[in-house]
C-alpha cells in the first residue's frame, strides 16, 4: 500500500500551538513582572501578541508536518525551516500506542505513538493527532490493525480511585521530607542566632519555628500527593501475549508497552508510611527499552502485600512463585546490625548535646529509635533460592524502606560477597546483587556457607587448575 | 555444595609502585594544604596552637605509612580469573570482596593508562555493564591487551536470550 503525504488532523496544530504559548509563557510572565511598572493594557496587548504568534506557530507547524507509508516503511516530515524526515521501516515497529491529551479529547481525535526497540524517545515518531478514521487506516497500513486499546487484552488491572488517594497520601518518601524539616530547623536557629536574639530558647520563637516546620512539611505533603496524582491517574496494566502495557497520567495519558523478556527483575518496595498498612509498589527492572526505561518504572503503584504473588501469577507469569525468603541471617549476626546504627546515633546525640545541652532528652530517643532502625533491618534481611527455580529473591531494608527483589537468576549484572575482618572471625558475609541498571540490594550478616552457596548456584560452575 | 575456587591471576608486580605514587600524590596535596591552613591557626594560643602544630606532621607521617602498607597489602589480596562465563575478582584491603560479573553482560572493554600508569608501565581493564563499571587495575600491557581481546571475542557472541 502507498499512500500520499498526508496531513495531521488540523487539532494538531491546536496542540503545537498550545505548546508554543506554554513555551514562551514563563519568559511572557517573567518580562510583565520584572518589568513592573507596565500597565493592564499593556500586559493585555502582551498577552495577545503571544497568543497570536503561538497560533501562527501551531499552524505552520502542522502544514509542515506529513507522514506517508509506502510498502516498506513509515516516513514521517516534520519542522518548519529544517524537515526533518523520520523513516521507520515497518518491520522494525515495536508497537503502535494511543496517545491522547486533554486537547486529543477535546477534539475527539487520537494521537498514536509509533515505537522501535531500541530507538529511545529521540526515533519514535509521535503523530499527534489524526481523527478516528485515519487512525485506523494507518494502523492498518503499519500492520498494527489491533488497537490495543479497543482490544481486550488477556489481564488487565485498573488503580481504583481511592487506591489512587491512598497511594498520593503515602506518597511522601521520608528520605525526602527530613531533609526538609532539618533544613527547616538549621534556617530558624540561623537565622534567631544571626539576628542577634538571645531569647532563642524563648518560648514564642520555638512556637515559630515547629509553625513553620510543619507548614513546609505540609506544602511538601501536598507537593507530593499531587505530583502522585498526576502521575499514577488512570494507572493501567495490560497483559496481552508476550507485552505489558502501563498507561498512565492525568493531564497527558502515557503509554508504554515492555515486552516481557526484556524484564530482569521486579521491586516490591514497602515504603515506611505505607508498610504499617500492608500496602506496597511494584516496580520494574529493565535494562534497555530505548530510552523509555523512566516511563517503564512503576509496574503497579499500590497494592495490598498479600496481592503480590497472584499479581504476578497474572501479569508476570515470569516472575511468578513464593517471594518468602527462607535463609535469613543467623541469631548471632542480629546484635551486629544494631552496631551501626547505634553508634550513628551516639555521635549525633554527642553532637547535638555539644551544641544544644537542653537537647539532651533527644539522645535517648535517637538510641532508642536506632535499635529498632537495627532490629527491623535483621528482620527483613533474607534469600531465596531454590534449585528449580529461574529466579532469585533478596529482601532487606533500604532507606526505610523494606525492598524484596525478585531477579532472573541468569540476568543478574554483578554478584558480590565481602567479609570484613569481624565478619570473617564471626564466619558471616555480606551478599548483593544488581541488576538492570545498577538497582543493588544485599543482605547483610549471613552465614559464609550461605554466601559460599549463592555464589555457586548463581554463577557457572567450575574448578580452577 | 563446593565453595567456589579463589580466582588465580595476579596483578603486575608493578601495582604496588602505581597505589604508591596514587597515594602519595593524593596525601602530600592533602599535607600541603593542612599545612597552609594550619599556619595562621598556629599564632593561636593552647590546644589550637598544639593542634594545628602537630596535626599536619601526623598526616604527613600518616600517608607516607599508607603509601607503603596499603599497596602491599592490596597486592597481596587482589586475585582476578577470566573464563567463557565470568569475570571473577577477589580484592579489598581491610573488608575482602569477591566480585563476579557473567561476561553475558559485560557492553564494552576499555583500556585505561593514568598518568601514573604510564610511568611506572601498566594498564588497567575497565569492562562496563548496564549496572556500572569494574576493573582490573594494573596488568601489564601484554596482558591487559589479552584480556581485552578475549573479552571482545567473548561479548561478540550473541546472548542467548
Request: hydrophobic content about 50%; glycine content about 8%; proline content about 5%.
Amino acid at each position: 500500500m502507498t499512500t500520499e503525504p498526508q496531513r495531521l488532523h488540523v487539532a494538531a496544530a491546536v496542540h503545537h500551538a498550545v505548546r508554543g504559548l506554554s513555551d514562551i509563557a514563563l519568559p511572557l510572565i517573567i518580562g510583565l513582572v520584572a518589568g513592573g511598572r507596565s500597565s493592564s493594557v499593556h500586559a493585555i496587548g502582551f498577552g495577545l501578541l503571544g497568543v497570536i504568534a503561538a497560533a501562527a506557530i501551531g499552524i505552520t507547524r502542522w502544514r509542515a508536518t506529513t507522514y506517508r507509508v509506502d510498502g516498506r516503511a513509515l516516513h514521517f516530515r516534520s519542522g518548519v525551516f529544517s524537515p526533518d524526515e523520520t523513516v521507520i521501516p515497518l518491520d522494525r515497529i515495536q508497537a503502535v500506542d494511543t496517545v491522547a491529551g486533554p486537547i486529543q479529547r477535546l477534539f475527539g481525535v487520537i494521537g498514536l505513538h509509533v515505537q522501535t526497540p531500541g530507538g529511545g524517545e529521540e526515533a519514535d515518531v509521535t503523530l499527534t493527532a489524526l481523527s478516528a478514521r485515519a487512525a485506523r487506516e494507518l494502523r492498518a497500513a503499519l500492520g498494527h490493525a489491533d488497537d490495543p486499546a479497543h482490544h481486550v487484552p488477556a489481564s488487565r488491572r485498573r488503580l481504583s480511585p481511592p487506591a489512587l488517594l491512598v497511594t498520593a497520601l503515602t506518597a511522601p518518601q521520608l528520605g525526602v521530607l527530613l531533609p526538609v524539616v532539618g533544613g527547616v530547623f538549621g534556617l530558624a536557629q540561623n537565622g534567631l542566632l544571626g539576628a542577634g536574639e538571645t531569647e532563642v530558647k524563648n518560648i514564642n520563637s520555638m512556637h515559630e519555628v515547629v509553625l513553620i516546620a510543619v507548614a513546609l512539611l505540609a506544602a511538601a505533603w501536598v507537593l507530593s500527593f499531587l505530583g502522585a496524582v498526576v502521575a499514577f491517574s488512570g494507572f493501567e496494566v495490560q497483559r496481552a501475549g508476550g507485552r505489558l502495557r502501563l498507561r498512565r497520567g492525568l493531564l497527558q495519558r502515557r503509554a508504554v508497552s515492555v515486552p516481557a523478556g526484556r524484564i530482569d527483575a521486579v521491586q516490591i518496595v514497602e515504603s515506611p508510611l505505607r508498610r504499617p498498612l500492608r500496602l506496597v509498589t511494584l516496580r520494574l527492572e529493565i535494562t534497555s527499552l530505548g530510552g523509555r526505561e523512566a516511563a517503564a518504572r512503576t509496574l503497579f503503584p499500590l497494592m495490598h502485600r498479600a496481592e503480590v504473588e497472584p499479581f504476578l501469577e497474572t501479569f508476570l507469569p515470569e516472575f511468578a512463585g513464593s517471594i518468602v525468603v527462607d535463609e535469613r541471617p543467623p541469631r548471632r549476626a542480629r546484635r551486629r546490625y544494631l552496631t551501626k546504627p547505634v553508634l550513628a546515633a551516639l555521635a549525633l546525640s554527642a553532637v547535638l548535646i555539644a551544641l544544644v545541652p537542653a537537647a539532651w532528652p533527644a539522645a535517648p530517643v535517637l538510641v532508642v529509635l536506632a535499635v529498632l532502625s537495627g532490629l527491623d533491618a535483621f528482620a527483613a534481611g533474607g534469600v531465596r533460592l531454590r534449585e528449580d527455580d529461574a529466579r532469585v529473591v533478596i529482601r532487606a531494608r533500604r532507606r526505610g524502606s523494606r525492598v524484596t527483589l525478585v531477579a532472573r537468576r541468569r540476568r543478574l549484572q554483578e554478584l558480590d560477597v565481602s567479609r570484613n575482618p569481624l565478619q570473617r572471625r564471626a564466619g558471616l558475609a555480606t551478599v548483593s546483587i544488581a541488576v538492570a541498571r545498577g538497582t543493588r540490594l544485599g543482605v547483610r550478616h549471613v552465614e559464609r556457607t550461605l554466601a559460599a552457596s549463592v555464589v555457586a548456584r548463581l554463577t557457572a560452575s567450575r574448578s580452577y587448575t | 555444595m563446593a565453595d567456589r575456587p579463589e580466582p588465580d591471576g595476579r596483578l603486575a608486580p608493578a601495582a604496588r609502585a602505581l597505589w604508591t605514587l596514587e597515594i602519595l600524590g593524593g596525601g602530600l596535596f592533602m599535607v600541603l594544604i593542612v599545612f597552609l591552613v594550619a599556619t595562621p591557626i598556629r599564632r593561636h594560643d593552647g590546644l589550637a596552637h598544639t593542634i594545628a602544630t602537630i596535626g599536619p606532621w601526623l598526616l604527613l607521617a600518616g600517608v607516607l605509612v599508607a603509601a607503603v602498607v596499603v599497596p602491599a597489602l592490596r597486592l597481596s589480596r587482589w586475585r582476578w580469573h577470566l573464563d567463557d562465563d565470568e569475570l571473577d575478582l577477589r580484592h579489598g584491603t581491610i573488608t575482602e570482596i569477591r566480585t563476579i560479573v557473567p561476561v553475558a553482560r559485560i557492553q564494552h572493554v576499555d583500556i585505561r593508562r593514568s598518568l601514573w600508569a604510564q610511568i611506572v608501565g601498566v594498564a588497567a581493564v575497565v569492562v562496563h555493564t548496564a549496572a556500572g563499571t569494574t576493573e582490573i587495575p594494573a596488568l601489564t600491557d601484554a596482558v591487559a591487551a589479552d584480556v581485552r581481546d578475549r573479552l571482545a571475542g567473548l561479548i561478540r557472541t550473541p546472548d542467548d536470550d
